[in-house]
């Protein structure tokens, strides 16, 4: 112990007390900077006598070196501190499972639609598209339903406030039949004048509308449109068309088909299309899925063609109905809820 203990004492509580590097450097030039409490000790050497300077000198040395290393450790502990906060801050942990990104995939209606699109264009008919707000005309006029009949009524069509330019109210189609007539007058249009018209043959898949809410209905659902009208279209053929449909869609020719009588204004005869399977969980039971029938010779007028020249069929199937046969699915509202956990099996 010498007179430089104190200093040596001080430069230490100095260091500890600096807390960033920077506050370090600052602390270290009060004892070894040019003009720092070391230093200024050995300025004073030069004015002892010779034999004392070598004594003297040799104590300034070892409080320096002191300094010197309190500082290097003090050095080391701050990069240390630093090194350890970067690092909580930046924590990651490696074991953590990577996030995913999801993969996209088809909704089951829109797969069921492709579907369809695909048989019914395989077979050389056309995929159409059509206005979801409708005019009451070709909503049902065009398609024969007379003034009062119920199909018109607010109970079961959701009409939008304004009327069209033959002051009709426009409405949520409430199927997708509007376009026989929209397309079959585009058809007839385009070939006006010409001796021969090719046959129309066209689907019409899409959204549809009407007042309706449980497990097999929903207030938005989905129809596929089929029309074919040229000079000699019969009933038969849509029947065995109907069937090459069903036997492509279901990919089986164990299922049977039943026309079932019934009535709709615009086609006459009119028919239910029922499927049965012959096997299955579905085995032995008539599912209805489809209305059909002769185009009714005033909608055959109403597409600006000659009834006693042209005739045809037309069909209106659940695109959900065939969906829910397809996939198995027994309530029709899971389509509509953007659960994953029933829309991620599809994919
Ligand atoms: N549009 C009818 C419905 O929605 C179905 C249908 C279409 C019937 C074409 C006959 C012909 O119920």
């Known amino acids: 112990m010498n007179d430089l203990a104190p200093l040596v004492q001080d430069a230490e509580a100095d260091f500890a007390a600096a ?21 200024e000790q050995l300025k004073a050497l030069g004015a002892l006598a010779p034999d004392e300077k070598k004594a003297r000198g040799a104590q300034i040395n070892a409080a320096k070196q002191q300094v010197e290393a309190l500082l290097n450790a003090r050095r080391a502990a701050l990069a240390q501190a630093e090194l350890d906060a970067q690092l909580k801050a930046e924590a990651l942990d490696v074991t953590l499972p990577g996030r995913r990104r999801g993969t996209g995939g088809l909704h089951p209606i829109t797969r069921a639609r492709m579907r369809i699109e695909e048989i019914f264009g395989s077979m050389g008919f056309d995929v159409a598209d059509g206005p979801e707000i409708e005019t009451d005309w070709y909503s049902f006029t065009a398609l024969n339903n007379p003034e009062n009949h119920p199909a018109r009524s607010m109970q079961d069509t959701f009409y939008v406030d304004l009327k069209d330019a033959d002051g009709g109210w426009l409405n949520l189609r409430p199927h997708t039949s509007p376009m026989q007539v929209r397309y079959a007058r585009a058809h007839a249009a385009r070939h006006a004048g010409a001796a021969t018209m090719p046959d129309i043959r066209v689907i019409v898949p899409g959204r549809t509308y009407r007042v ?31 069937l090459n449909f069903v036997q492509a869609y279901f990919e089986t020719t164990d299922v049977e088909l039943r026309f079932r009588p019934s009535y709709f204004p615009f086609t006459e ?38 009834p006693e020249r042209y005739i045809g069929f037309a069909f209106g199937s659940g695109i959900d109905r065939l969906a829910m046969l397809r996939y198995g699915i027994s309530d029709l509202r899971l389509f509509f809820e953007g659960d994953l956990r029933f829309l991620a099996q599809f994919v």
């Open 269 to 306: 005869p009119s028919a239910e299309i029922d499927v049965r399977f012959g096997s299955g969980p579905l085995e032995g039971r008539w599912l209805e899925i489809s209305g059909s029938g002769q185009v009714h010779p005033q909608v055959v007028r109403n597409m600006g063609l000659d």
């Open 19 to 39: 807390a960033l590097p920077a506050e370090l450097e600052d602390a270290k030039a009060r004892y070894l900077g040019k003009s720092g409490r070391i230093t």
């Open 212 to 242: 309706d809410s449980d497990a097999t209905h929903s207030p938005m659902f989905h129809q596929v449109e089929g029309l074919w009208i040229g000079e000699n279209v019969s009933f038969k053929d849509l029947k065995s068309l109907y």
